[in-house]
């Protein structure tokens, strides 16, 4: 069962990644709009 943790852990970091650029840029627009 070595995958299932390998697989969930890669779908955690790329979610995690999604997120960070999500944020990042709606933070970039909030700077933007100021």
Do not use: D, H, Q
Request: glycine residues 6%; neutral net charge; without cysteine.
């Amino acid at each position: 069962m070595w995958y299932f943790t390998w697989i969930l852990g890669l779908t955690a970091a790329l979610a995690l990644g999604i997120i960070n650029v999500m944020w990042y840029e709606s933070r970039e627009e909030r700077k933007e709009n100021k």
